[in-house]
């Protein structure tokens, strides 16, 4: 299972890597099983395929989709979907207008507070899908703050400048699109949300509601405490577990692709019926 990562981010999105740096850097890193996920978009996808026939990593066509969900945003990851599906990618269409429309208003909101030039810069170093990500680049190159995680501390989350309210999509349109496409619906990093408890219970509860199959149970972000605690909730609800890094790119990261731990023992994982995949899993 160290073979298999099913969350990154190429700079199709707001990843550092191009599609086919990122599958090298994936079979560099012994990753034999590489789902790319670019936030909103599946523009990579095909690049992505090739450079990994030529290196022998099976490639798992994905995407992360932007929710909102009780007025906080969640992600929804989805795997093994049909990259050219019309709903689906209307849908992403859709997303990709408003995030567009959401970086306008983060720049008008940065110049209030006399920083210029942000739209052009985050739009410059953006793939199709300008995120906070390249804001929060732009701010730490002119020096604004020491570094990203600094940035999201300081700026763009809410109550600091910068910040802009925003609505995604609904849960229920984001399983539906990836289920269309004939994909499977996994919450991604669910530690990182500001949730309580309850709330979680109650996400965890509509996703499965929804026909949602998995949960990411290790990922980059998420320490061990908490792999546990919802490895917990995966066998609580029947879910399968996933992992994956969430690799946006070196220095972006507090774990690296192949670095991952595995599943906690006896979790059902989300591959254990891909048979394209199990001989590269092994």
């Excluded at 034999?32 to 090739?50: F, N, P, Q, S, Y």
């Excluded at 019309?86 to 720049?107: D, V």
């Excluded at 509509?206 to 066998?235: K, M, N, T, W």
């Amino acid at each position: 299972m160290q073979a298999v990562d099913l969350h990154a981010h190429s700079r199709i999105s707001d990843g550092l890597l191009t599609p086919r740096e990122l599958v090298r850097h994936a079979c560099a890193q012994g990753v034999r099983v590489l789902a790319l996920t670019d936030h909103d978009d599946v523009a990579g996808i095909a690049e992505a395929r090739e450079e990994a026939a030529l290196w022998g990593i099976h490639l798992v066509s994905g995407v992360e989709i932007s929710v909102t969900w009780r007025g906080r945003t969640v992600h929804i990851v989805g795997l093994r979907i049909d990259e050219a599906d019309p709903t689906l990618n209307a849908g992403l269409a859709q997303l990709r207008a408003s995030r567009l429309a959401r970086a306008r208003r983060i720049a008008e909101e940065l110049d209030r507070i006399g920083i210029h030039g942000s739209l052009e810069a985050a739009a410059a170093v953006s793939g199709q899908v300008i995120s906070r990500s390249h804001f929060a680049r732009f701010l730490v190159e002119r020096g604004y703050a020491a570094d990203v995680r600094s940035v999201f501390r300081h700026y763009l989350v809410r109550g600091k400048p910068g910040y802009v309210e925003h609505t995604w999509a609904s849960l229920e349109d984001a399983v539906g699109w990836i289920h269309g496409a004939g994909g499977l619906a996994v919450i991604a990093h669910p530690g990182r949300y500001d949730l309580t408890p309850v709330e979680v219970h109650e996400l965890f509860t509509e996703f499965r509601d929804l026909g949602g199959e998995g949960i990411e149970v290790v990922s980059g972000s998420q320490r061990p405490v908490e792999q546990e605690r919802f490895a917990r909730l995966v066998r609580e609800f029947g879910f399968f577990a996933s992992r994956g890094s969430d690799y946006h790119g070196p220095g972006h990261n507090e774990v690296d692709m192949g670095r991952l731990p595995a599943l906690p023992e006896g979790l059902p994982p989300i591959w254990q019926d891909w048979p394209e995949v199990l001989p590269a899993a092994a």
